[in-house]
């Protein structure tokens, strides 16, 4: 395992906040408390399996695995007591996913899909190339001069590209042995559509009618692919959206129901406490705005 020897922290100079940090860790301690981090995560699992919760949902992960988060999106890790590993974050003022979206293709691949699963299971190929583009990001932070942040932007780029050639790969067996050939197409549009729409259509019909299919086909292609009803979708999409804005922002609560188009404020705090325990106002009194949030 590339050995850190320290936790490796680059402070972005203009506001004092970190831009940068590569840290070995060996056990899942830090990560047993929810995290909601504001900046991207890659946490390279080398040895040790464990339990990995996040978006509502439970994953199982193995030795040499990639688990990569967006910032804010919420996630706990738990599970054996001996694990080895590497995480790096990075900040979006560092290395900004969207503007450089037409050259990498990890937004929507390794971060911001809730409708996947947020872990890559590496190959002893892709292990070794990522090993030395960290090694690099390691040297580049302990030693590096003039036009280091140039250097690292081309390193974390190159990085990002190899795990999402890898993380695309691994869809492609499973397009293949579709049993119906429109299911990728549909799921691929369906993503997209909930992803424009999950603000002003709230009903599987609605995307049912934009996809040309009946919603019970629609609901049985969800079902088999993401084991949830469409309903629970498009619930869980908007709920994320309104633990953001809770969490970032001090906005009222009616405001958020509304842009998320409910029309009753307590409509949508019974609903949004149905999924996610709580009411948003206690959501934001404990881990939202001026709350207690890591």
């Not at 203009?14 to 056990?27: I, K, S, V």
């Not at 590993?85 to 990075?90: A, K, Q, S, V």
């Not at 036009?147 to 999402?164: N, R």
């Not at 001090?250 to 996610?276: C, P, T, W």
Request: charged residues 25%.
């Amino acid at each position: 395992m590339l050995n850190i020897d320290d936790n490796l922290i680059l402070i972005d100079k203009n506001n004092g906040n970190l831009a940068l940090r590569l840290f070995n860790f060996e056990d899942y301690s830090k990560f047993t408390p929810v995290q909601r981090l504001n900046y991207y995560s890659i946490i390279w699992i080398i040895e040790g399996d464990g339990i990995l919760k996040s978006n509502f949902s439970e994953y199982h992960f193995q030795s040499n695995s990639i688990l990569a988060f967006a910032p804010y999106q919420p996630f706990m890790i738990s599970g054996s007591n001996s694990a080895k590993g590497i995480t790096l974050n990075f900040h979006p003022d560092f290395f900004c996913i969207y503007k450089h979206h037409e050259t990498i293709t990890s937004n929507g691949v390794l971060f911001n899909n809730i409708y996947e699963s947020p872990i890559l299971k590496l190959d002893e190929t892709t292990a070794t190339q990522l090993e030395v583009l960290l090694g690099q990001i390691k040297n580049e932070m302990l030693h590096g001069d003039f036009a280091q942040h140039e250097v690292l932007v081309s390193y974390l780029k190159i990085l990002l590209i190899t795990a999402s050639r890898k993380k695309v790969a691994e869809r492609k067996p499973e397009l293949i042995h579709t049993a119906k050939e429109s299911e990728p197409f549909i799921l691929k549009n369906l993503m997209k559509f909930i992803e424009e729409h999950f603000r002003t259509k709230h009903a599987p019909s609605e995307y049912a009618e934009l996809l040309n299919i009946t919603p019970k086909a629609l609901g049985r292609v969800t079902k088999k692919h993401f084991n949830k009803t469409m309903t629970d979708l498009i619930a869980e999409r908007i709920i994320i959206e309104a633990k953001r804005e809770l969490y970032l922002t001090d906005k009222q609560v009616k405001l958020i129901a509304s842009e998320l188009g409910y029309k009753d404020e307590y409509y949508f705090s019974r609903f949004f406490k149905n999924y996610a325990k709580v009411s948003p106002q206690i959501y934001r009194e404990t881990v939202g705005f001026g709350g207690g949030a890591a």
